[in-house]
């Protein structure tokens, strides 16, 4: 099933870490419970930067669309939904600024985790993209907005293509690049110089830098998803969940399992 847990360290540092096998995307379940925990922690008097990573092959391959296909109904579509909105919303608004460490792939919601993260630091294997529009699904192209430039993401988004770690920190959304080894490291570097600082000037710090934001992150992503219910009733958003999903007749492959790629 997996685990979201946290842990604080004698600096305030709170390390969240998805650990959710077999690629880390996540249930319903799991997603309020990234949303809850990061709150949490944004809220604790003690903590005075946060640390978003993952264990295992990546760092988040989206929702668990089995879970979609296997409930009857349309709960677990809208559970996912809102889970993904609260959790990307938790990052964005968490009272300390957060630090995403991505190792591997970053997909569909580890999309809206990364982009609504302060800081982003990724292991030289790190790559970012949407594979929604191949799922039937649209959302998160209002995070990608905030890690690669307007044209160049929506080529991402009509292709399902992604981008690398050394891309992006060409942009200049990815602070630095390391070896996968050392990205714990790393990410806690850029946390302890944080933590070392004023955490009611590191507070106020981030609340006045969401109030000069150019855009309404959670009401533009709330926007994108509406395109995502309208593909679900129109059936096609079903039909292709269903496909990546399923197992192949030709080999037994099961395909959900074998790809990272859920949405």
Known sequence: ?????????????????????????????????????????????????????????GYNAGVDIKEMQNTTGFSALIGANKGCYAAFAAVYDCAVPVIAAVHGFCLGGGIGLAGNA?????????????????????GAATHLSRLVP??????????????????LHHYGSVHSVVPRGELRDAAMAIASQIAAKSTTVIRAAKESLNGIDLWDV?????????????????????????????????????????SPEAT
């Open 1 to 57: 099933m997996g685990t979201i847990s946290t842990h604080i360290d004698d600096h305030g540092i709170a390390e969240v870490v998805m650990d959710c096998p077999p690629v880390n995307a996540l249930t319903v379940a799991q997603w309020f419970d990234v949303a809850d925990q990061v709150t949490a922690a944004g809220r604790n008097s003690d903590v005075r930067v946060v640390v978003l990573r993952a264990e295992g092959k």
């Open 118 to 138: 302060d800081i982003i630091i990724a292991s030289d294997d790190a790559y970012f993209g949407l594979p929604e529009v191949d799922r039937g699904a649209l």
């Open 150 to 167: 307007q044209h160049k993401m929506r080529a991402m988004v009509y292709t399902s293509t992604t981008a690398t770690a050394a891309e």
């Open 218 to 258: 959670k009401k533009s992503y709330r926007f994108e998803q509406g395109f995502t219910f309208e593909l679900n009733l129109s059936g096609v958003a079903d039909e292709l969940r269903d496909d990546f999903a399923g197992t192949s007749k030709a080999d037994g492959t099961d395909k959900a399992h074998a």
